[in-house]
C-alpha cells in the first residue's frame, strides 16, 4: 500500500525559505511521478511542479519565470521508496497554504495541474508564512 507524508511546514517569515519534503513508500514500480500541490483557504487546489524518476520536471500555471525560480522540486529514488522535497525561497505571505505531495505512474506526462489524475495523496503539511 502506497503512503505518502509530508513534513517540514511551519510558521515562517516572508521572505524566508522552507524546504519541505515528502516520504513515500510501498511503490511496486519505481517510476513514479512525484508532484507538488497547494490550497489556499477559501482557493481550489493548485499544482505546482513534477518530477519524474529520471528528474524531468514539469511546472505548473503559478510557475511563471520569477515564480519558476522560487520553487525548486527534487527527489532522492530509493528502492521502494521516494523522497521528493520542495524548497521554497523569498516566501511571501500569498504562499500560506496547505501544500500536498502527490504520486502517480504518469501524472507528469498527463495535465498533471488537476488533482483529478493523481492516485495518492498526503495529508498535507501546513505553512504559514508571516509579514
Known amino acids: 500500500q502506497v503512503q505518502v507524508v509530508e513534513s517540514g511546514g511551519g510558521l515562517v517569515q516572508a521572505g524566508g525559505t522552507v524546504k519541505l519534503s515528502c516520504r513515500v513508500t510501498?511503490?511496486?514500480?519505481?517510476?513514479?511521478?512525484m508532484g507538488w500541490f497547494r490550497q489556499a483557504p477559501g482557493k481550489e487546489r493548485e499544482g505546482l511542479q513534477c518530477i519524474t524518476w529520471s528528474h524531468t520536471k514539469y511546472y505548473g500555471k503559478a510557475n511563471g519565470n520569477s515564480e519558476k525560480a522560487r520553487f525548486t522540486i527534487s527527489r532522492e529514488n530509493f528502492e521502494g521508496m521516494v523522497m521528493v522535497y520542495l524548497e521554497i525561497n523569498s516566501l511571501k505571505t500569498d504562499d500560506t497554504a496547505v501544500y500536498y505531495c502527490?504520486?502517480?505512474?504518469?501524472?507528469?506526462?498527463?495535465?498533471?495541474?488537476?488533482?483529478?489524475?493523481?492516485?495518492?495523496w498526503g495529508q498535507g503539511t501546513q505553512v504559514t508564512v508571516s509579514s
Open positions: 510501498g511503490l511496486t514500480f519505481g517510476d513514479y511521478h
Open positions: 502527490a504520486a502517480d505512474r504518469f501524472a507528469c506526462l498527463t495535465e498533471f495541474r488537476s488533482a483529478d489524475v493523481w492516485t495518492h
